[in-house]
């Protein structure tokens, strides 16, 4: 189930995300940095959920259609994307980025998540930046990674940056 319960320390975070979308004060991009499953990607499923669950006053509840879509991982909205053979190649971004420019289908918000952003070739890594120039209203990209470094200084420049540690 995702809710906020889920994801185990990390408090600063959780409740900078629940004040940044409960006042509307959500950046279009995050990187989300620090070591393999700590938890970065639960929580940036644990965001899409509460832009796009159905129980705003307890969002994200976990039990609505929108949030229970998202944890079977097939809400239409709220995309993954994760590398093929150790690189994330121009046809999956073709796939994820022809949906940006249009209003979510039946949330409020469209969500793109990209797990071990650092494997972004080069093309796919220009044709995301290419949207983080001039992200679409109502779109927010959460890139995940262990090693920024590996990113293009120009993403990681679009992006608030977002630090787990496991102190």
């Given at each position: 189930m995702i809710t906020w319960d889920e994801i185990i320390g990390h408090?600063?975070?959780?409740?900078?995300?629940q004040r940044a979308v409960q006042k509307e004060r959500l950046y279009s991009t995050y990187l989300f940095t620090g070591p393999e499953g700590i938890g970065k990607r639960m929580t940036a499923r644990t965001v899409a959920a509460m832009l796009n669950c159905e129980t705003q006053e307890q969002a994200?509840?976990?039990?609505?259609?929108?949030?229970?879509?998202?944890?079977?991982?097939?809400?239409?909205?709220?995309?993954?994307?994760?590398?093929?053979k150790d690189e994330i190649k121009s046809e999956q971004m073709e796939t994820i980025l022809e949906r940006v420019p249009f209003?979510?289908?039946e949330g409020r918000a469209r969500?793109?998540?990209?797990?071990?952003?650092?494997?972004f070739n080069r093309?796919?890594?220009?044709?995301?930046?290419?949207?983080?120039?001039?992200?679409?209203?109502g779109n927010y990209f959460f890139l995940i990674t262990s090693k920024p470094d590996l990113?293009?200084?120009?993403?990681?420049?679009?992006?608030?940056?977002?630090?787990f540690t496991t102190a």
């Open positions: 408090d600063r975070i959780k409740a900078f995300f994200p509840c976990g039990q609505c259609r929108s949030c229970r879509n998202i944890e079977a991982g097939n809400h239409v909205d709220v995309q993954e994307v994760r590398a093929e209003p979510p289908y969500v793109t998540i990209v797990d071990n952003a650092h494997q093309t796919s890594g220009n044709m995301m930046l290419k949207t983080l120039e001039e992200p679409p209203d990113l293009l200084p120009t993403i990681r420049s679009r992006c608030q940056q977002v630090g």
